[in-house]
Nanobody, 126 residues
Framework: QVQLVASGGGLVQPGGSLRLSCAAS????????IAWFRQAPGKEREGVSC????????DYADSVKGRFTISRDNAKNTVYLQMNSLKPEDTAVYYC???????????????????WGQGTQVTVSS
């Protein structure tokens, strides 16, 4: 059974850090491009960061550049999103998504991603 499980969310103060994990089962993550999306209440889902299959190139939304880092551990079949210097506007449900042989240069179109995790809540508040 193909499955993505997102975890690591929580409540953190502004300026704090969290690391999200996206663990895959039923398929080998190494062949897939993986993206993190987020959706705040009343807003559309937006792409936050992406790591490509193949050349492992990465991409970040302007709003998170310099603060978030995406990485993958193929041995653990897991992709991570390290989030530093968190701001209240980062508050959202974060989702990971995967599609095979995908490069981030193709963009964050939601319909392009075949598999989705269930989401993990990130709340940044004092």
């Amino acid at each position: 059974q193909v499955q993505l499980v997102a975890s690591g969310g929580g409540l953190v103060q502004p300026g704090g850090s969290l690391r999200l994990s996206c663990a895959a089962s039923g398929f080998t993550l190494d062949y897939y491009g993986i993206a993190w999306f987020r959706q705040a209440p009343g807003k559309e889902r937006e792409g936050v960061s992406c790591i490509s299959s193949g050349d492992r190139s990465t991409d970040y939304a302007d709003s998170v550049k310099g603060r978030f880092t995406i990485s993958r551990d193929n041995a653990k079949n897991t992709v991570y999103l390290q989030m530093n210097s968190l701001k209240p506007e980062d508050t959202a449900v974060y989702y990971c998504a995967a599609t095979k042989y995908y490069y981030c240069s193709s963009g964050y179109g939601v319909a392009r991603y075949d598999y989705w995790g269930q989401g993990t809540q990130v709340t940044v508040s004092s």
